[in-house]
């Protein structure tokens, strides 16, 4: 039983253009959401989070945006950079427990062509 | 100046065997916990630990046993290795209370 869902396992956009990654969730009782990003032989690093008090929350380039009637967000990349080439991890915790609480998705490898 | 680092990067073993994969962090954090990746690409929890107390452990079979000498190293020990363990296994840290997790690099266990 997949709580966090990405159903798109990739995604290809040309430079310049914008990215749009998705997740569906299905438990109502998750409050908070985050955005990992992971290259190749890498750890997941963090990108972006938010609250369920929010709808959207933005920082440079990346964005990310909460419908929770829905128990849909997405994050949206504009402009894309080839360096932005990665898998995207979306990631839900229930009420801002902890990390030991985190749900990931499976991952959408965003490729940017020059 | 890496945050978390674990070795070996790579572990390539006969099913069976006892291994171990190591972690440390120098970001002063009190939460460390290790994730598993598995062939479907899911990162999931396995420990998690808080200044050196088990707090979480999801349905992981014992030959699994975490160890936490102090909050900044936090290592996994696998008896009897079998071929359902070969997956990415990602050592993390956070704040206490915290969601933003900082991951190691990986290592990826590959059972024969």
């Known amino acids: 039983d997949q709580q966090v869902k990405q159903n798109s396992p990739s995604l290809s956009v040309q430079e310049g253009r914008i990215s749009i990654l998705n997740c569906d969730y299905t438990?109502?009782?998750?409050?908070?959401f985050l955005w990992y990003k992971k290259y190749p032989a890498e750890g997941p690093t963090f990108l972006i989070s938010?609250?369920?008090?929010?709808d959207k929350n933005e920082d440079g380039r990346f964005t990310v945006f909460l419908n929770k009637s829905a128990k849909h967000l997405s994050l949206h990349i504009v402009p894309s950079q080839p360096g932005d080439s990665a898998v995207y991890f979306c990631?839900?915790?229930?009420?801002?427990?902890?990390?030991?609480?985190?749900?990931f998705g499976e991952g959408t490898q965003l490729t940017v062509n020059p | 100046d890496t945050a978390v680092s674990q070795t070996p990067k790579y572990l390539v073993t006969q099913m069976g065997n006892d291994k171990s994969i190591k972690c440390e962090q120098n970001?002063?954090?009190?939460?460390m916990y290790w994730y598993k990746q598995d062939s479907k690409k899911f990162l999931k929890i396995m420990f998690s630990?808080?200044?050196?107390?088990?707090?979480i452990n999801e349905t992981v079979p014992n030959r699994f046993s975490p160890k936490s000498p102090d909050k900044a190293h936090l290592n996994l020990h696998i008896n009897s290795l079998e071929l359902g363990d070969s997956a990415v296994y990602f050592c993390?840290?956070?704040?206490?209370?915290?969601?933003?997790?900082?991951f190691g690099s990986g290592t990826q266990l590959s059972v024969l």
């Open positions: 970001l002063g954090h009190d939460t």
């Open positions: 438990n109502s009782m998750f409050d908070y």
């Open positions: 993390a840290s956070s704040q206490a209370g915290a969601e933003k997790l900082f």
């Open positions: 990631a839900a915790s229930p009420l801002r427990t902890s990390g030991s609480r985190l749900t």
């Open positions: 630990y808080n200044n050196k107390e088990l707090i």
């Open positions: 938010i609250s369920s008090i929010k």
